[in-house]
């Protein structure tokens, strides 16, 4: 009850709501940020890019370079070919056209996210997802995501951001350096932290939903000493992740587990996506603890029924079948902070 009382509702009469563009408007995006080409030089370009001659056929100036790029086409896995200017850094990906060679699929920027789902682009093909990813579709949901909500996720044990971002930092230590995914970031209130932090070559924000997209990316505008160098926005399904196999060295997947559709699939998509020695941390509320009393348990597990709420054994189960290896994990009440590397 506690579990599904702090995750999907809030106190509405508590917040004062700021003006904010999302409920009213359709978003704008303004480039703020950009960044010359040939200042971006990290592991991407020299892992990732070599020149290619592809047809000019992605609809960009024809003054650009073309070169394989880091994403992947989230249908058949094979690493896009970029058309414009190269980076991890918003102004550069909006600029740029994305295109599968193999399935001749284009992708682009909508609004101020490269919008990397296997329905991008589609005009006649609806697809609802689940409640619980639908839910944080909502423009509502997103703006009142981090001036509120979670905050509730204290009363069941959540050690708070600051806390929950230094403890994720040290079981990235073997990452260091390298690419950091953060899946189903929502607002970005970790993304920012990781991007701040200096310690990756970059941070891939990673979303489902259009607006938590739109409201991490005020927020970055909004925080003067947050360079969005390095820092790429993406709209994707964790069940469908657009990298290659072994091209990504950390994921991060934030309260984010009993939000998805088949956490079994998500992780398996995660395991394909980290290289050797890659690092997986992940946050969510466990159905029940070994504290939970026994009379409570088969009420939780009905109010929950439907929610991907899991328990330590199963997340350490569906890790280890996955294929990865050193599970190890935090819990305080049911907050659980899980770990496991790609062997
Ligand atoms: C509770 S929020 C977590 C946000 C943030 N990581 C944190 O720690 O506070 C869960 C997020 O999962 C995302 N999500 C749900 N289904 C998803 C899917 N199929 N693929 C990617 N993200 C998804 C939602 O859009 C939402 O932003």
Redesign the pocket.
């Known amino acids: 009850m506690a579990i599904a009382a702090s ?1 999907f509702l809030h106190p509405l009469h508590l917040i004062t709501l700021p003006k904010s563009p999302y409920l009213s408007c359709k978003f704008q995006f303004r480039p703020q940020f950009y960044v010359s080409p040939a200042r971006f030089r990290s592991s991407f370009t020299t892992r990732a890019s070599s020149a290619v001659a592809v047809e000019p056929d992605i609809g960009i100036q024809q003054d650009q370079a073309t070169e394989v790029d880091f994403f992947a086409c989230p249908i058949c896995y094979e690493p896009l070919i970029r058309k414009g200017p190269s980076g991890l850094n918003l102004s550069a990906i909006y600029r740029s056209g994305f295109k599968c060679k193999r399935c001749n699929k284009s992708y682009s920027s909508k609004d101020i996210y490269l919008d990397l789902t296997v329905t991008a682009g589609l005009r006649n093909y609806t697809e609802v ?2 409640a ?2 639908e ?3 909502s423009p509502l949901v ?1 703006f009142l ?2 001036r509120g909500w ?1 905050q509730n ?1 204290a009363q069941s044990g959540f050690p708070g ?1 600051d806390e ?1 971002f230094k403890m994720a930092q040290e079981y990235f230590k073997p990452a260091t350096g390298g690419l950091l995914v ?6 970005g ?2 993304s920012r932290k990781f991007a701040k932090a200096g310690t990756y070559s970059g941070v891939i924000a ?4 259009e607006n ?1 997209l739109r409201q991490c990316y005020d927020f970055i505008k909004q925080d003067n000493t947050l360079s969005a160098n390095n820092l790429a926005l993406v709209r ?4 469908r992740l657009p990298f290659s196999s072994g091209s990504v060295d950390a994921v ?5 587990l ?4 088949s956490p079994s699939n ?1 992780i398996a998509e995660i395991t394909r996506i980290l290289r050797s020695g890659g690092v997986f941390v992940g ?1 969510t509320f466990l159905r029940h603890t070994p504290s939970t009393p026994w009379i409570v348990r088969p009420l939780r597990e009905r109010i929950l029924q439907g929610y991907s709420y899991l328990t330590e054994e199963e997340i350490e189960d569906v890790c280890t079948s996955c294929g990865l290896t050193n599970y190890s994990s935090k819990v305080q009440r049911s907050f659980i902070m899980f770990s496991a590397q790609k062997p």
């Open positions: 995750t997802s689940p619980r990813t839910l944080f579709r997103s995501y981090e979670r996720f951001p929950e953060d899946v189903s970031c929502g607002s209130l970790f990673l979303d489902f939903s938590m994707a399904d964790v069940s991060h997947a934030g309260a984010a009993h939000c998805w559709p998500a946050t």
